[in-house]
Nanobody, 126 residues
C-alpha cells in the first residue's frame, strides 16, 4: 500500500508564492505517474498539473506560466512551485498518483488517479 502526504500550504497575498511538497511512502515501486488536483468547497475537483510516465509534463491553462511541477532527487517526492498566486488559486490541493499514465487530458485528472493524499490548503487574500 502507498501513502501520500502533502505539505507546504498556507496563506499568502496575491502575487505571492508557495511550494507544495508531496511525499510518497510505503510501496512506491510501481508508481510512475503523479500529479496535483485542487478543489474549492462546493465545486468539483480540478486538474492542475501532471508528470506522466515518460516524463511529459502538462498543466491546466489557468496555471501555465505560473506553476511548475517537478520531482525531487528521488521519485518519491513531488513538488508544485506556485508563483504569482491569485485569489482564484485558493483551494485544497491534493497530490495524487497511479502506476502509469500517457497523454492524459488535464480535465480528466480528478478521475484517473487511484492514490490520493489528504490535501493541503492554499489561501490567497489581501
Amino acid at each position: 500500500e502507498m501513502h501520500l502526504a502533502e505539505s507546504g500550504g498556507g496563506s499568502v497575498q496575491p502575487g505571492g508564492s508557495l511550494r507544495l511538497s508531496c511525499e510518497a511512502s510505503g510501496y512506491t515501486r510501481n508508481i510512475h505517474c503523479m500529479g496535483w488536483v485542487r478543489q474549492v468547497p462546493g465545486q468539483e475537483r480540478e486538474g492542475v498539473a501532471i508528470i506522466e510516465t515518460d516524463g511529459r509534463i502538462n498543466y491546466a491553462d489557468t496555471v501555465k506560466g505560473r506553476f511548475t511541477i517537478s520531482k525531487g532527487a528521488t521519485k518519491d517526492i513531488l513538488y508544485l512551485q506556485m508563483n504569482n498566486l491569485t485569489p482564484e488559486d485558493k483551494a485544497m490541493y491534493y497530490c495524487a498518483a497511479k502506476p502509469y499514465c500517457y497523454r492524459e487530458r488535464i480535465e480528466n485528472l480528478p478521475r484517473i488517479f487511484g492514490y490520493w493524499g489528504q490535501g493541503t490548503q492554499v489561501t490567497v487574500s489581501s
